[in-house]
């Protein structure tokens, strides 16, 4: 995306402190800012809080949200994804509720594209 003019930047719900192991261990090659208070989550209107019963689900499978973030509020963000422009205006949104589906690669591409052209 560099040679299109765009930066990656990802957030993430943990604590710096876990960021930078997931750094390392996946050798992220974008930047990975953290929201472990889930302020910035908040203001898009994209942090879903976890009932008990899915918290202790995540804990089973070996995912702490509690100990990631380094907070009990035990929100989470939507998965979502922003261009927005050097003005600072969004130029194209998408949030999806279901965690375990993400947006193409490609659709995200070709929207970039597209605003290189507008």
Do not use: W
């Amino acid at each position: 995306m560099i040679e299109l003019g765009y930066r990656i930047v990802a957030v993430s719900p943990d604590r710096p402190a876990e960021l930078t192991k997931t750094i390392d261990k996946n050798e992220l090659t974008y930047t990975l800012l953290s929201d472990s208070t889930m302020g910035g989550a908040k203001s898009l209107g994209i942090a879903e809080r976890f009932g008990s019963v899915k918290v202790a689900a995540y804990k089973l499978n070996n995912q702490n949200i509690e100990t990631a973030s380094g907070q009990d509020h035990h929100l989470i963000p939507v998965p979502s994804v922003y261009i927005i422009g050097k003005d600072g205006i969004i130029r194209f949104a998408h949030t999806d509720e279901n965690h375990r589906r993400r947006i193409d690669t490609f659709e995200i591409l070709s929207r970039a594209q597209s605003l290189i052209k507008d």
